[in-house]
C-alpha cells in the first residue's frame, strides 16, 4: 500500500478499533489506491483520503414501537451520510439483527464508489437497524417502519438523501416508510426510490441488481470468449437480488442448481424452479427448505456454508457480505469456477478475492456489478423528477447499457493503473477519480 494510504488506513483503525467491516472495505479501497496517489500527490496535501473516510454525517437514533400485543421494543435506527460530493447521499435500508454502525459504514462507503461509476449524479450514503423483520406481522412491521421514519424524515429529501431498500427492506417496508413521510412532510416527493409503481416507482427497480449482475458478467465474458449458455451456475441466498441473478442467467441459458437462505441451502440437479422459489419466500414468506417438499429430486441441507462445495462454472454470492472465505475459494476453485460475480455487497474476505485472482478465476466486484439497483433508482429519481415514466423496455435498455459501460471503465481503468483484468482495482479506481475530481474543485469544505 502506498505510504499516504497506509497512514490513514492505520489512522482510521485506531479511530474506529471494533469497526472490523469498515476496516475492510476501507483497506481494499486503499489498496487499489496506490497507483493513483503515486501518480497525483496533490490528493495527500488536499488531506483528500482523510476527508473521503470520514463521513459526512453519521446518525444515531432510537427506534421505539409497540407490537400488535402491546409489547414495546427499542431498536437502533442509522443513517450515515458519507460523501455528497457528486450528488445527493444515496443508498439502501438495511434492517437486520447484525446492523450496526460498523456494517453501515462499510455499506456506505462502498456506496460511494458505486454511485460513481454508474455515471448518474448521486453521492453515497446507507443506513438500517437491527430490526429483525423475520416473522413479524404486516401490523409490526409497519408500527416499527413508522417509528423509524419518524426521525429519519428530517434529515432526508429529494435533493439531500434519498434512501432505498437493502436486506430486509422491500417492496411492502418501502410502501410503509413512503406513506408515513408522505404523512408527516406533507410532500409527495422522490425521498425513496424502489416505490411501488402505482406511486412514483419505475418499473425494473425490482430487477435491477440482479439482471444488472447479469448484464455486467455476459459483459465480462464476451472479453473471455464464453457465455452463460450451458454453463452450471450457484446462487447464494433468495432475497431480491438472488431471484433476478436466477431469472437472467437462466433466459440466458444458464443452468442455476443451488440457492440458499440463512437457514441452509437447496440443490438441484435439473435446476431451481424459479416460480417455487417467488412463490416461496416473495409470497409466503416461508424458509427455502419449503422447495425440496415440491420438488422431490431436490435436497436441502441445512447450514449455509456447504453450498460453495457443489460444482459450478460460476458462482454469483447474492445473500450477505463475507459469505465466501479462503477456504471456501479454494474449493470453489478446485471444483474449477471460472467467474464470481458479486451481488451481494463485499461477499468474499480480501483473502478469497486474492485467492481467485492468483488462480486465474475472474472477481467481479460488487461494487460494480450490482449498481445496477441504485443505477435503476437513479433512473426513478429522473423520472420522478421530470413527471414521465418509462416503459420496462425502456428502462432495462438504459439498466444494460449502464452496466456494460461500468464494466468497460472498470477494465480500462484497471488497465491504464497497470492491473488488467483486476476489475477490483479497475473498479474502485474509476470510482475514486470522479469523486476526487469533484472534491478537489470545491476546496476544503
Ligand atoms: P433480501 O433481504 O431480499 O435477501 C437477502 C437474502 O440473503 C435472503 O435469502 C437471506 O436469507 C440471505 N441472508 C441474509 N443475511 C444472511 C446471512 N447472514 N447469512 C446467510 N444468508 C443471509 O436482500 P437483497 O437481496 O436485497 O440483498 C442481498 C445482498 O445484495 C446484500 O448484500 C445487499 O446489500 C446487496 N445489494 C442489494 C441491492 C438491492 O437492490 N436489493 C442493491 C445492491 C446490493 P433469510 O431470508 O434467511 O434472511
Same mark, same amino acid.
Given at each position: ?25 476501507? &483497506? ?20 483528500? +483520503? ?5 463521513? $459526512? ?52 462507503? $462502498? ?8 455515471? +448518474? ?32 424524515? &428530517? ?5 439531500? =438523501? ?10 411492502? $417496508? ?17 425521498? +425513496? ?67 440458499? =437462505? ?22 409466503? &414468506?416461508? &424458509?427455502?427448505? $419449503? ?155
Amino acid at each position: 500500500m502506498n505510504d499516504y494510504a497506509k497512514r490513514v488506513y492505520d489512522y482510521l483503525v485506531e479511530k474506529n478499533p471494533k469497526e472490523v467491516e469498515f476496516h475492510q472495505a476501507a &483497506r481494499e479501497v486503499l489498496e487499489s489506491l496506490s497507483p493513483v496517489l503515486d501518480k497525483y500527490p496533490q490528493y495527500e496535501k488536499a488531506a483528500l +483520503l482523510e476527508r473521503l473516510t470520514e463521513p $459526512e454525517r453519521a446518525i444515531l437514533f432510537s427506534v421505539p414501537w409497540t407490537d400488535s400485543t402491546g409489547k414495546v421494543h427499542v431498536n437502533k435506527g442509522y443513517r450515515v451520510q458519507f460523501n455528497s460530493a457528486i450528488g445527493p447521499f444515496k443508498g439502501g435500508l438495511r434492517f437486520h439483527p447484525s446492523v450496526n454502525l460498523s456494517v453501515v459504514k462499510f455499506l456506505g462507503f $462502498e456506496q460511494i464508489f458505486k454511485n460513481s461509476l454508474t455515471g +448518474l449524479p448521486i453521492g453515497g450514503g446507507k443506513g438500517g437497524s437491527d430490526f429483525d423483520p423475520k416473522g413479524k406481522t404486516d401490523f409490526d412491521i409497519m408500527a416499527f417502519c413508522q417509528s423509524f421514519m419518524r426521525e429519519l424524515y &428530517r434529515h432526508i429529501g429529494k435533493d439531500t =438523501d434519498v434512501p432505498a431498500g437493502d436486506i430486509g427492506v422491500g417492496g411492502r $417496508e418501502i410502501g410503509y416508510l413512503f406513506g408515513y413521510y408522505k404523512k408527516i412532510a406533507n410532500e409527495h416527493a422522490c425521498i +425513496l426510490t424502489g416505490r411501488g409503481i402505482s406511486y412514483g416507482g419505475s418499473l425494473v427497480r425490482t430487477e435491477a441488481t440482479g439482471y444488472g449482475l447479469v448484464y455486467f458478467a455476459e459483459e465480462y465474458l464476451k472479453t473471455a470468449g464464453l457465455s452463460f449458455k450451458g454453463k452450471r451456475v450457484v446462487v447464494s441466498g433468495s432475497g431480491n437480488v438472488a431471484v433476478y441473478a436466477h431469472e437472467k442467467a437462466t433466459q440466458l441459458g444458464a443452468t442455476v442448481v443451488a440457492m440458499s =437462505d440463512s437457514d441452509g441451502y437447496v440443490y438441484d440437479e435439473k435446476g431451481i424452479d424459479l416460480d417455487i422459489i417467488k412463490k416461496i419466500k416473495e409470497q409466503k &414468506r416461508e &424458509r427455502i427448505s $419449503e422447495y425440496v417438499k415440491l420438488r422431490k429430486n431436490a435436497v436441502y441441507t441445512a447450514g449455509c456454508a456447504g453450498i460453495w462445495d457443489i460444482k459450478c462454472d460460476y458462482a454469483l454470492p447474492c445473500a450477505t457480505q463475507n459469505e465466501i472465505n479462503a477456504e471456501q475459494a479454494k474449493k470453489l476453485t478446485a471444483n474449477g469456477v471460472k467467474m464470481v460475480a458479486e451481488g451481494a455487497n463485499m461477499p468474499c474476505t480480501i483473502e478469497a478475492a486474492e485467492y481467485f485472482m492468483s488462480k486465474g478465476v475472474a472477481v467481479l466486484p460488487a461494487k460494480a456489478a450490482n449498481a445496477g439497483g441504485v443505477a435503476v433508482s437513479a433512473l426513478e429519481m429522473a423520472q420522478s423528477g421530470q413527471r414521465i415514466f418509462w416503459s420496462f423496455e425502456e428502462a432495462d435498455k438504459k439498466l444494460k447499457d449502464i452496466m456494460i459501460n461500468i464494466f468497460r471503465k472498470a477494465d480500462a481503468a484497471a488497465k491504464e493503473y497497470g492491473t488488467p483484468g483486476n476489475y477490483i482495482a479497475g473498479a474502485n479506481i474509476a470510482g475514486f477519480l470522479k469523486v476526487a475530481d469533484a472534491m478537489m474543485s470545491f476546496g476544503i469544505v
